[in-house]
């Protein structure tokens, strides 16, 4: 799949300034190991196969939007784009579930 992100301050995260962003070091390394997951499945079904990455849709005010797990705190918050091919990942948001 390919990514996309909606704010250029999360292009940060692939990038020598994802310190900029104010997060853990473990959390930006866990983060980019999720997107190289991500950028390498070819659909939605092999997001729901790989269990690790707790993958849900969201519902309610949220409908439509996906996550996946970073860690135990953090996800990585996205809309999926099907239609496109290859399918494309828009990042919206790295938040603290917590």
């Known amino acids: 799949m390919k990514i ?14 994802a310190h900029k ?6 959390v930006i390394q ?3 190991r999720r997107l190289v997951q991500l950028e390498a499945a070819a659909d939605e079904r092999d997001l729901r196969n790989l269990k690790s ?4 849709k969201l519902q309610g005010e949220k409908d439509g939007k996906r996550t996946v797990r970073v860690n135990d705190q953090y996800r990585i918050v996205f809309t999926l784009l099907e239609m496109e ?4 990942i828009n990042i919206i948001a790295l938040c603290d579930t917590h």
Not at 4 to 17: G, S, W
Not at 85 to 88: A, G, K, M, S, T
């Open 21 to 26: 962003l104010g997060l853990p070091v473990a």
């Open 30 to 32: 866990a983060a980019r």
């Open 53 to 56: 990455l707790h993958y849900k």
């Open 4 to 17: 996309e992100f909606a704010d250029a301050n999360l292009l940060r995260i692939c990038t020598d300034e």
């Open 85 to 88: 091919q290859p399918p494309i």
